[in-house]
């Protein structure tokens, strides 16, 4: 059982908004900042959204990240087939002293 | 361009140690400014975090796997290195080793490819 809870899936056509919530705890999320990865099959997984909002270079606009409270969400617009992936929120959890990991979530393109 | 790539035995039997190094080219792990982690992810289930470690060899483990995780490094050799012991088939997974933004409460930016290592008699 993850520390972070997501939907284990989630879907949408191409062109679509979809969104990933995540939801952690006050030692987690509600003190410390959220990141999210992109696994894909047989490749190491990306770092999609840092701090909460912010993106790595080379990463499109369409990916976006926020937060509020003890929960965040990512949300992916103009989806596109590529984006079909697993995917991941982490955060640092301040009473466990390490990283927790959502159990993600398998995004498919319709 | 930083890489890692982990290496080790893909085959360890029950009770026995699991062992497996991360080779880094591209970027020095002396490097004062990050800490380098072990993540794992079973068969149809997501990640977890195993540790981290600083060149100096600070470290920070899973509690979970805190009696069973040793996590060193060897600088001269540019490489980290897993150690678990008494594994189960529950340690069954592939093991990803990672670099972090900057320090253990950074995210990881650079990922290797990932090993399986199966736990089987």
């Known amino acids: 059982q993850s520390v972070l809870t997501q939907p284990p899936s989630a879907s949408g056509t191409p062109g679509q908004r979809v969104t990933i919530s995540c939801s952690g705890s006050?030692?987690?999320?509600?003190?410390?900042?959220v990141n999210w990865y992109q696994h894909l099959p047989r490749t190491a997984p990306k770092l999609l959204i840092y701090s909460n909002d912010q993106r790595p270079s080379g990463v499109p606009d369409r990916f976006s990240g926020s937060k509020s409270g003890t929960s965040a969400s990512l949300a992916i617009s103009g989806l596109q087939s590529e984006d079909e992936a697993d995917y991941y929120c982490?955060?640092?959890?301040?009473?466990?002293?390490?990283?927790?990991f959502g159990g993600g979530t398998k995004l498919t393109v319709l | 361009q930083l890489q890692l790539q982990e290496s080790g035995p893909g085959l360890v039997k029950p009770s026995e140690t699991l062992s497996l190094t991360c080779s880094v080219s591209?970027?020095?792990?002396?490097?004062?400014?990050?800490?380098w982690g072990w993540i794992r992810q079973p068969p149809g289930k997501g990640l977890e975090w195993i540790g981290s470690i600083y060149y100096s060899g600070s470290t920070y483990y899973n509690p979970s796997l805190m009696s069973r995780v040793t996590i060193s490094v060897d600088t001269s050799k540019n490489q980290f290195s897993l150690k678990l012991n008494s594994v189960t088939a529950a340690d069954t997974a592939v093991h990803y080793c990672?670099?972090?933004?900057?320090?253990?409460?950074?995210?990881?930016?650079?990922w290797g490819l990932g090993t399986l290592v199966t736990v089987s008699s």
């Open positions: 990672a670099r972090h933004v900057g320090g253990v409460t950074y995210p990881f930016d650079y």
């Open positions: 591209g970027g020095s792990i002396s490097s004062s400014s990050y800490y």
């Open positions: 006050s030692s987690n999320i509600g003190i410390n900042t």
């Open positions: 982490a955060s640092w959890d301040d009473s466990l002293i390490g990283w927790v």
